[in-house]
């Protein structure tokens, strides 16, 4: 409005200078009913496209001229412009057409088509508005804070129509989690919050979306650890796991003695979230107490495991072994058969007295035990 106002302001002028007309002819305004002035439909076009200009003519024009604002284009052929992006298109009887290569945002206004004829001047205008896809411009790089810190991420955009800029998180855990805003506030991080977020920039045109990494630090936390028994000679293996970020160093102890990789029959290995330390040969010196400590810039956890010696069973153990669940489903079916013996005797309409429960089993018992006896002695 306020350029189209100015334009308005000088027009006039511009019309004298250019068509010389004495100053004391007075020329007709836009405001002036009498005057034939035409607004056109506005041209909504993209930053880095071509507008084409046009306006119709007549048969006895004896000007004519393209104004940006209040300064020429071109005054018929005559390029007034310095602007090379500004060509004449067609100029004859019927139509004065330019164009406008490779708008940009600062093309954007008020164009008039000022014509003389025999009679009165004419104009035409038109408001080309320039739209521009978003683009963020200023935006939060990839982001390492430790856990409990408050963040903000910041997507800045620009664009036209003005972008409408959103923030959100990306990975599984982020339900939820994000802003209709520029800025996104993350007070007293979470190590659950960690991952990445993607900000968006979308206008009438387009839509730009960018994404980056936020890594939350926080202190190790180390599985319980859990005894391990292991037969004299054999390998034996402690494994220790922690939850760190960034990943824990692991340092093992034996009672208060530190483990390292270069002891004899001992292998330390690290990997990502887990530490193993092996033993290739067990020895009776090796049983005993080791504790794993995990440490990261931000902090340690320990925990502790027993090597303890489990004794290998022996093929007379392996016997011993075998009678005893022998004996104990023996016993068992004997109590089953007892009781469907019971029942069967004494049947539900049985009358009941003190002895005949344990009288009616005994018989049957006692000869099943002999039988189940006969059997163990085959050993
Ligand atoms: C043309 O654009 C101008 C400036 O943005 C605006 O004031 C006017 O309402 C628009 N006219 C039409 C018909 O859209
Ligand atoms: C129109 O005028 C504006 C303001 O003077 C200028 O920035 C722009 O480059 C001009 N555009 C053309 C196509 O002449
Ligand atoms: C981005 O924003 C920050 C904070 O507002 C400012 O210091 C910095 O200069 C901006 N960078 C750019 C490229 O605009
Ligand atoms: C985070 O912000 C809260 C509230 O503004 C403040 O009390 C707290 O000290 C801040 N924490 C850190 C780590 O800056
Ligand atoms: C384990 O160590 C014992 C004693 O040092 C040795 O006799 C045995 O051969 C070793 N076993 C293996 C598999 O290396
Ligand atoms: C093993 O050592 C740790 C640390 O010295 C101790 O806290 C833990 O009680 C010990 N465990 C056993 C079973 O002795
Ligand atoms: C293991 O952790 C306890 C607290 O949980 C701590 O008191 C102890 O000093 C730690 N031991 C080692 C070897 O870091």
């Known amino acids: 409005m306020e350029v ?18 004495p100053a004391g002819l007075p020329v ?13 439909d506005n041209i909504t076009v993209r930053q880095g496209e071509t507008v084409f200009l046009s306006c119709s003519q007549g048969d006895v024009v004896t000007h004519t001229a393209w104004l940006n604002r209040s300064s020429i284009l071109y005054a018929g052929e005559d390029k007034w412009s310095v602007d090379p992006r500004v060509s004449l298109v067609t100029l004859n009887r019927d139509e004065f057409t330019i164009k406008i290569e490779n708008v940009d ?24 508005i320039v739209q521009v896809p978003p683009k963020i411009v200023n935006f939060s790089k990839d982001l390492v804070v430790n856990e409990g810190a408050n963040v903000t991420l910041m997507c800045l ?38 991952g990445e977020y993607e ?52 340092e093992w102890y034996r009672d208060d003695r530190r483990i390292s990789n270069g002891f004899d029959g001992i292998e330390i290995e690290d990997s990502g979230a887990l530490s193993k330390l092996t033993f290739f040969n067990v020895s009776e010196t090796d049983y005993g107490n080791y504790t794993c400590v995990a440490i990261n810039k931000l902090g340690s956890a320990n925990t502790s495991f027993v090597l303890y010696e489990v004794i290998e069973p022996t093929s ?6 075998d009678t005893a669940s022998l004996l104990e489903v023996t016993s068992s079916v004997l109590e089953q ?13 049985a009358v009941q007295d003190g002895n005949s429960g344990t009288s009616g089993t005994y018989t049957p018992i006692c000869l099943l035990l002999i039988l189940a006896l006969q059997l163990l002695l085959k050993f």
């Open 337 to 349: 058969t007892a009781t469907e013996y019971n029942q069967f005797w004494e049947g539900p309409g």
């Open 199 to 250: 900000c968006s920039a979308v206008n009438d045109i387009a839509t730009e979306t960018k994404t980056m990494q936020l890594v939350v630090n926080y202190p190790p936390t180390v599985f319980e650890g859990r005894d391990v028994g292991v037969t004299l000679g054999q390998r034996g293996v402690l494994q220790c796991e922690a939850d760190a970020v960034p990943e824990a160093d692991f």
């Open 4 to 21: 189209y106002g100015c334009w308005k302001r000088l027009l006039p002028l511009c019309l004298r200078l250019l068509f010389l007309v």
């Open 316 to 321: 007379s153990t392996l016997l011993q072994v």
């Open 157 to 194: 955009a620009s664009g036209k129509p003005e972008p409408a800029i959103s923030w959100k998180m990306l990975s599984p855990s982020g339900d939820g989690l994000g802003s209709d805003d520029e800025y996104l506030e993350i007070p007293s991080i979470t190590r659950q919050r960690a």
């Open 28 to 40: 007709r305004s836009q405001g002036d009913s009498q005057s034939d002035n035409k607004v056109m």
């Open 105 to 128: 945002m600062s093309d954007e206004g008020l164009y008039v088509c000022a014509v003389q004829t025999s009679s009165k001047p004419r104009t035409t205008s038109v408001h080309i």
